[in-house]
C-alpha cells in the first residue's frame, strides 16, 4: 500500500481555480461573440468585461446595431 500526503495553501488553491474558471468563461464568451458578423454592415461583434471580481462577471456586448447585438446575444445561448 502506498500512503501520499499533500500539504496545500487552500486559500491560493481556491483562489487559482477561481481565477482559472473565470478566464476561461471569459475566453468562451470572446470567442462565441467575436464569431457573429452583422450581415448588414460586416462589422463583428465584441464582448467588453467591466467587472471581474468577486464571484461574478458582466459584460457588455457591442456591435453596429441591434440586430448584431441580438445575434451575439443568441450565440451566447448555444
Do not use: W
Amino acid at each position: 500500500m502506498i500512503s501520499l500526503k499533500v500539504d496545500f495553501n487552500e486559500e491560493e488553491f481556491k483562489r487559482n481555480l477561481t481565477e482559472a474558471t473565470f478566464k476561461a468563461a471569459q475566453e468562451c464568451i470572446q470567442r462565441k461573440v467575436a464569431g457573429v458578423r452583422c450581415p448588414t454592415h460586416g462589422e463583428n461583434a465584441r464582448a467588453e468585461f467591466i467587472n471581474k471580481t468577486g464571484n461574478q462577471l458582466e459584460y457588455q456586448i457591442h456591435a453596429c446595431c441591434e440586430p448584431a447585438v441580438e445575434a451575439a446575444k443568441a450565440a451566447l445561448l448555444d
